[in-house]
């Protein structure tokens, strides 16, 4: 598998990792550092797939999706450290094709080539459907106007009459810049010429009909005479010519040509050129092969009026030749077996003009051999009924040329009755005869074209009578052709169109002009009906002719591609935009009719586990299989969509009560909670339901489907599988958090994160041991971690933020440590997703190499809920934090029991007492024995313990009886900035 693909990262590692991969697996790979980069590259290259990173350092890649959302050749996947549905929901959106999750191990790197090539698999079927339908588009559109040649050709009195508007309608439906025809000629010196007679030019395009005529073919043109007089087709890329041929076209600014011969009978007659000046044009086989025809029927056309003509001159010289007296004698002498011949006998026969008197004999064997017998039975015709006859026969000349002639006779008697002479008229009728003969052979070509086409073509009187059909137009009625000429069409079709149809033919015959239209029988099939007026010389209109096209095949297409385009092709579910036509109809329903509406935003829960560990073949299965319940629970009026990935909206239409609503979501919940069975697998999911109500949530779709949106994630933020009506309430908030998210987004490039340090001082000795330390964010409201850390991990900062909490007290605590405080310890807070990620340990690894300090002196605090939430899960982190040399405290210990029984389990060096025991002392004394209890217990495992919160003397000196080990609290100071905790160590005497 080949292709072009860019990867948007600004990690070069693992770009150049990427890279490298993808290489080997046959790609062209280009990378990007950034979303700037990326962007520019999108808009200067082609790429087949485009793959960009989450987080980029000056954009989302969200962003880059944006921006390729309607370029249906280039496939999009996105990969991120997060894996956040919402991500995946709004990457999915923006016509992400593929989600990743980038791993520590780099897992997803092996996953990649794999689905970059299922994805240029897609486009490429999607392009040859594209290519599959401009074709079949080209095709109609040329047979259309092929068609329309023929009509206008079988309709008009002079072949030249519709040129003009035949070479229009070909233009046009090519989109080509210039169609005209050429006929060829000699001048007196016998040279070849050509000569534009007729020339169609799309605006802006300069004709050529006016350049130089009578243009000679030879020399630069000589090789048109060879591929043209021998029936073929010149057709290209002016740009893929010898450049001897290209220079003869580019000087008339022709990109492309298509140069087809015109053939009347088997004489070359001239050609029809078809030029592109404004692009490179794709001459497809069936192009080719629709110019043919055009040029057959413009041939057959051409034939046809010359045959026509050559007759009419016969007829005329006939006519002339009776006036002058100029007929050819014959006067044959039974008796003496002689005949005379006139020398207008003798020029026809070719024989000496001195010849007049021959033996009967002589000219009898003048009679072509296949005619004696045919000529001596009309002889012995004649006399034995006493009766002239009227005969044609041939005769061959001396030179072996064959005449026609057309003899009349009559026969004269002696007074007693015996046969003695007959005396005839003879007339050379080869011309005719030669004329009848072609005109024969054109109507057969004319007949043979109405036979061959597929369109039902027929031809009547004003008054309906059939004159001319088709065995297509026969077969149409459903009865012989034999038995519907002559007979009026009105007659043979369903009564019920009658009186239309009468009407239309009257309003043709008014206005002169042609009437198109498209309509379906019983049957369902669909016709595209032309109707045209019929003229005689005089300008009048005489007949109709009218041609039907069967359009079923097309009307079925447009009916799937309409389909397609508004259906998921999964799930054969209304796409949105079906959905949000049906929703904006629906609202304008309701409005008028005063009625209730609901719409519903149905988003699956783990789905995103189930296509991660079971496949994408499992995961499409499974949509569908959720698409059937979903439809099963709603009323047959009411509709289902699919809007993407695993998201579906619904719309419930006229109900009386909320309460229907509210049966109908619990319902579909139900149905969704039970249990899956697909490829052998059980697989279990759920349903979060957003649901907004028209008017009151909303009286336009946008608002609707937003507020239904807002009611979901309120579900999936309070636990999943549940329903939530929109509150305005709710709303407020979404503003008000994204607001926050925005905010948070720029925050460490603003400065804004700042930390804050209190001091830990040893009981026993009274000095300063270490520095808490705990992060501000200073923004208009100074907010506390736990405001804003769940955002932070939505958007994948967490990893960000803790890094610069790290660099930033590590190179605190270095400046201390060089005023004699070399032994003093720092503490840095970990979140329960920071916690479980997989590399934090590198994380940390990478802090202390970076600023060459010794683990020892950096203590990492987790909350207890925290740490006990996710113990299975951080276990192993927390050895590997162990090994690097890290202490490891618990924070706010005590608030549950189940933790006690964890301290002999894990590596933990350091427990940090919950402030609310510490503040009841006094007062509880089950808070003095958990105290006790908990100090005592430590001890016995070797942990060290904090009082945390220490207030007053009392607490203290209780601390001091039950030795506990380190004290921390504003009864020894308030929390610090940088500069203020080192006036307090230098007013304390802990510096030197």
Not at 16 to 41: P, R
Not at 797 to 811: F, M, N, P
Not at 970 to 977: D, K, P, R
Request: hydrophobic share 40%.
């Amino acid at each position: 598998m080949s292709g072009n693909i860019l990867y948007i990262e600004d990690d070069i590692v693992t770009a150049a990792y990427v890279q490298t991969q993808l290489e080997q697996h046959g790609y062209i790979v280009d990378v990007a550092a950034d979303g700037k980069e990326g962007l520019s590259k999108i808009t200067q290259g082609d790429y087949d797939v485009v793959a960009v990173d989450y987080h980029l350092p000056d954009m989302s890649g969200l962003r880059i999706l944006e921006s390729l959302a309607d370029n249906f050749k280039t496939s999009t996947i996105m990969i991120t450290g997060a894996g956040d549905e919402k991500i995946a929901v709004e990457a999915m959106k923006l016509g992400a094709s593929d989600y990743l999750i980038k791993d520590i191990n780099h897992d997803f790197i092996e996953l990649l080539p794999t689905i970059i090539e299922s994805e240029i698999e897609k486009q490429q079927l999607l392009i040859a459907k594209y290519q599959a339908e401009k074709a079949s588009r080209y095709r109609d559109n040329i047979l259309e106007a092929v068609s329309f040649a023929a009509e206008n050709f079988l309709t008009c009195s002079k072949w030249s009459q519709p040129i003009p508007e035949v070479l229009s309608r070909l233009g046009r439906t090519m989109s080509i810049s210039r169609v005209y025809i050429s006929e060829n000629h000699y001048d007196k010196k016998g040279v070849l010429l050509s000569s534009t007679r007729y020339e169609w030019v799309a605006s802006n395009i300069k004709p050529q009909i006016n350049l130089t005529q009578n243009f000679p073919y030879f020399p630069h043109l000589e090789f048109l005479t060879k591929i043209l007089s021998q029936g073929q087709v010149f057709h290209g890329s002016v740009q893929n010519f010898p450049k001897s041929i290209s220079e003869l076209f580019i000087v008339r600014e022709i990109r492309s040509i298509a140069i087809v011969p015109l053939f009347v009978g088997k004489k070359w007659w001239g050609y029809i050129g078809y030029d592109n000046c404004v692009k490179e044009q794709e001459w497809l086989p069936i192009i080719i092969e629709a110019f043919k025809t055009a040029a057959n029927i413009l041939g057959a056309a051409i034939q046809h009026e010359q045959m026509n003509q050559a007759l009419r001159n016969s007829e005329s010289r006939l006519s002339e030749t009776q006036k002058i007296a100029k007929l050819g004698q014959c006067d044959w002498d039974i008796c003496n077996n002689t005949r005379y011949l006139s020398e207008e006998t003798l020029k026809i026969l070719n024989w000496p003009l001195d010849k007049h008197i021959v033996s009967n004999d002589e000219f009898l064997n003048a009679i072509h051999p296949e005619d004696r017998q045919m000529v001596k039975n009309s002889v012995s015709q004649a006399i034995h009924f006493d009766k002239s006859y009227d005969i044609e026969f041939r005769i061959i000349r001396p030179d072996n040329s064959v005449r026609y002639l057309h003899v009349i006779s009559k026969l004269f008697r002696s007074d007693n009755g015996k046969p003695i002479r007959f005396l005839s008229t003879t007339q050379d009728i080869t011309e005719r005869k030669i004329s009848e003969k072609k005109l024969e052979e054109n109507t057969q070509t004319l007949s043979a074209i109405l036979n061959a086409a597929t369109d039902s073509i027929i031809m009547m009187e004003l008054d309906t009578t059939c004159v001319i059909i088709n065995p297509a137009g026969a077969a149409r009625l459903g009865i012989s052709a034999d038995k519907i000429i002559g007979k009026p069409i009105c007659d043979l079709v369903a009564p019920q169109i009658v009186p239309k149809r009468k009407k239309m033919l009257r309003q043709i015959v008014k206005d002169q002009q042609p009437v198109r239209f498209e309509e379906s029988d019983k049957n369902n099939i669909w016709y595209d009906h032309s109707i045209y007026p019929v003229f005689n010389e005089h300008g009048d209109v005489t007949r109709i002719a009218m041609v039907s096209r069967n359009i079923t095949k097309r009307k079925q297409d447009e009916e799937l591609i309409w389909h397609q385009a508004h259906h998921d092709a999964l799930t054969n579910l209304p796409n949105r935009a079906l959905f949000v036509e049906r929703l904006s109809q629906a609202i304008q329903f309701a409005k008028q009719r005063k009625e209730k509406l609901a719409v519903m935003f149905v988003d699956l829960d783990r789905f995103k586990q189930v296509n991660d560990t079971l496949g994408h073949r499992v995961g499409d299965i499974l949509l569908q299989e959720v698409s059937k319940r979903l439809q099963q629970e709603v009323r047959e009026f009411d509709t289902v969509a699919r809007l993407g990935g695993d998201e579906f909206t619904i719309i419930i239409n006229d109900f009386d009560e909320y309460l229907c609503v509210k049966n109908i979501a619990e319902r579909l919940l139900h149905s969704l909670s039970n249990s899956f069975f697909i490829v052998e697998h059980k697989i279990s999911i759920a349903g979060s339901i957003g649901i907004a109500l028209f008017p009151s949530d909303g009286q336009d779709v946008e608002t609707l489907l937003k507020n239904a949106d807002v009611a979901m994630y309120q579900v999936k933020e309070s636990g999943r599988n549940s329903y939530q009506f929109f509150t305005h309430q709710m709303n407020t908030q979404l503003i008000e958090h994204t607001l926050l998210e925005d905010s948070l987004c720029n925050a460490l490039k603003r400065d804004e994160f700042k930390l804050c340090y209190q001091p830990i001082i040893g009981l026993k000795s009274e000095k300063l041991v270490a520095i808490g330390t705990s992060l501000r964010w200073q923004n208009s409201e100074s907010m506390f971690p736990e405001q804003f850390l769940g955002s932070a991990e939505k958007y994948g900062l967490v990893v960000s933020i803790l890094k610069w909490w790290l660099s930033t007290a590590i190179q605190q605590l270095q400046k201390l440590q060089s005023n004699n405080l070399d032994y003093l310890q720092i503490s840095v807070k970990l979140s329960a997703y920071q916690l479980k990620t997989n590399d934090i340990a590198e994380i940390i690894q990478e802090a202390l190499q970076k600023f060459n300090l010794s683990p020892n002196h950096l203590i990492l605090e987790i909350d207890e809920e925290a740490f006990l939430k996710n113990l299975p899960e951080t276990a192993n982190n927390l050895a590997k934090l162990e090994n690097l040399g890290t202490q490891i405290a618990i924070d706010n210990f005590g608030s549950n029991w189940g933790s006690l029984h964890t301290l002999r389990q894990l590596p933990i060096d350091i427990i940090k007492i919950d402030p609310f025991f510490i503040h009841n002392i006094t007062a509880d004394n089950y808070d003095t024995i958990l105290i006790q209890t908990i100090i005592a217990l430590a001890h016995k495992l070797n942990i060290k313990v904090i009082g945390c919160g220490l207030e007053t003397k009392e607490q203290l000196n209780f601390l001091q009886d039950h030795k506990c080990d380190f004290i921390q609290g504003c009864y020894i100071t308030n929390q610090l900035n940088y500069e203020n905790l080192v006036k307090f160590i230098k007013i304390k005497h802990y510096l030197n």
